[in-house]
């Protein structure tokens, strides 16, 4: 079993940074592939960005690719994501997600075991 704690969520205004966290529990971190989604009220919960278990590897959403950077570090458990240029339509409730394949980062919110609580970001214009 894993579990994630993701933090790092708030208020920015438009054009701000702010860097997310998720922490995992367990000793198989680097065997996780790691994603990061995002839910609006109302929306579907939409892939962002994920990265393999060596960090070898990232695969992009088209709405977040030149502004959002992912990384890990294995020694810590700990995958991040980097936010830069927000924008209100960035608002939404952002989850981290797990699952224990190696070679590919899947898309889909279904291919993923493994689910933080969420936390809240919040772009004011």
């Known amino acids: 079993q894993v579990q994630l704690v993701e933090s790092g969520g708030g208020l920015v205004q438009a054009g701000g940074s702010l860097r997310l966290s998720c922490a995992a529990s367990g000793r198989t971190f680097s065997s996780l592939t790691m994603g990061w989604f995002r839910q609006a009220p109302g929306q579907d919960r939409d892939f962002l960005v994920g990265i393999t278990g060596s960090g070898s590897s990232a695969n992009y959403a088209d709405s977040v690719k030149g502004r959002f950077t992912i990384s890990r570090d294995n020694a810590k458990n700990t995958v991040y994501l980097q936010m830069n240029s927000l924008k209100p339509e960035d608002t939404a409730v952002y989850y981290c997600?797990?699952?224990?394949?190696?070679?590919?980062?899947?898309?889909?919110?279904?291919?993923?075991?493994?689910w933080g609580q969420g936390t809240q970001v919040t772009v004011s214009s």
């Open positions: 997600a797990a699952v224990r394949v190696s070679l590919y980062v899947p898309t889909r919110s279904r291919d993923y075991a493994y």
